[in-house]
């Protein structure tokens, strides 16, 4: 059996595809979550799992008649997108740096945003909805329409990879910049005033939920749905910038058609039927993986990534991994490698080689490989890409 079930004792059991033991605060974590009344027949954890804010990073919570705010986390929509283009790596040479730069100055990182708002943006029909979101955003419409069509920080990143048959693929990897994350913050604190005021003993804090049939579930899930639209708009702007500035150097400008176009959120929630049973499900760090659906599994920024096609494997609730997952944290890898490190470990990647982006060098993360290996019986691998060429956010 290619996944475990962990020896804890809680109302819903905890099904694991980590080939490891979890850590104590990772098993509390699980078990936090899984002792929750509304969740649904178990808890699925991916095997990229590690520590997350009130529920594990990789996990897999279906739940009846509730959804817990903080589980689908901050960054809402957070997801990954990637095209297949008719390009060899031949055509790449000498061309690399170029495009590099091309990019870094067409599409904004970190807390940068868009001077002008092009027209794709300003169509986009979800701006009419635009009043009906939480009133704490309400003077953030002109910031999230010039955030539309930036990457952010963080592990945020856009690559140019070539797949074993020497294809050139354009990946990319954002979610619902400031406003998604203003509109969780809204939410989770309203849960958390609810469980105060109910007097309701969590097991954490961050566990707390809005309950099917009340007006603050409702106000939550219009502006989650809201939000992870918005990050996969987000995702297709730059996507089209990116593929232009690719077209502009290898194919003067012309344009090409896709060979494959995916794009999918591995940090979001949804209504869905599992076990023949209408439940919501949320995906904290993992990807859909019904059958025929097709996702993307990055690896670190000198690792290999996959495109995948789903199993639709029942028992993960049709999910899988959404990448190689953490194995030190941030401020840890900036303490345990120098930048020797970092250029030795992004041998033959054109990014930026600087203390800026030691927290993302390729040791703090888990084998992908392992990671995959691991789950052969959710997804079927499509593709295996490795990158050339890398843009941090």
């Known amino acids: 059996m290619p996944y475990e079930q962990l020896e804890i004792t809680t109302p819903a059991p905890v099904l694991s595809w980590a080939n490891h033991p979890l850590g104590p605060e990772e098993?509390?974590?699980?078990?936090?979550?899984?002792?929750?009344?509304?969740?649904?027949?178990?808890?699925?954890?991916?095997?990229?799992?590690?520590?997350?804010?009130?529920?594990?990073?990789?996990?897999?919570?279906a739940t009846k008649e509730a959804i817990i705010p903080a589980a689908v986390g901050v960054d809402v929509g957070c997801g990954m997108g990637a095209i297949k283009t008719p390009f060899t790596g031949e055509q790449l040479e000498g061309k690399l740096k170029k495009i590099r730069l091309d990019i870094e100055a067409a599409i904004p990182t970190g807390f940068n945003e868009n001077k002008d708002v092009e027209k794709p943006v300003t169509n986009w029909q979800g701006w009419n909805d635009f009043k009906d979101l939480h009133r704490g955003v309400q003077d953030l419409q002109s910031k999230a329409m010039k955030q539309m069509g930036s990457l952010g920080g963080g592990n945020h990143f856009i690559e140019v990879c070539l797949d074993t048959e020497n294809q050139v693929w354009l990946m990319l990897h954002s979610g619902s910049r400031h406003i998604g994350n203003n509109l969780a913050q809204c939410h989770i604190n309203t849960a958390k005033e609810l469980a105060k005021m109910a007097g309701e003993k969590l097991p954490d804090p961050d566990l707390a939920y809005f309950v099917a049939g009340t007006p603050e579930f409702q106000a939550y899930w219009h502006d989650l749905q809201w939000a992870q639209d918005y990050a996969r708009v987000n995702r297709d702007v730059m996507m089209?910038?990116?593929?232009?500035?690719?077209?502009?150097?290898?194919?003067?400008?012309?344009?090409?058609?896709?060979?494959?176009?995916?794009?999918?959120?591995?940090?979001?929630?949804?209504?869905?039927?599992?076990?023949?049973?209408?439940?919501?499900?949320?995906?904290?760090?993992?990807?859909r993986a019904q059958t025929e659906d097709y996702g993307i599994i990055p690896g670190s920024m000198g690792a290999k990534s996959f495109i995948v096609k789903g199993k639709g494997n029942a028992h993960s609730f049709c999910s899988c991994s959404h990448g190689a997952g953490r194995l030190l944290s941030r401020n840890k890898a900036k303490n345990v490698y120098t930048l020797d490190d970092l250029i030795e470990q992004t041998q033959g990647v054109e990014c930026r080689k600087d203390a800026g982006v030691l927290d993302e060098i390729p040791g703090a993360y888990k084998p992908i490989e392992q990671v995959m290996a691991n789950q052969a019986d959710l997804v079927e691998v499509v593709a295996t890409l490795k990158q050339v060429m890398c843009v941090k956010g």
């Open 27 to 61: 098993t509390k974590m699980a078990k936090n979550v899984a002792s929750l009344p509304f969740v649904f027949k178990h808890l699925a954890l991916m095997p990229d799992v590690h520590l997350g804010k009130g529920a594990l990073v990789g996990s897999v919570i």
């Open 240 to 287: 089209a910038r990116f593929k232009h500035i690719v077209e502009k150097h290898l194919a003067g400008g012309k344009a090409t058609k896709p060979l494959l176009q995916v794009n999918c959120h591995h940090n979001y929630a949804e209504k869905e039927v599992h076990f023949d049973e209408d439940v919501y499900v949320t995906r904290k760090g993992a990807v």
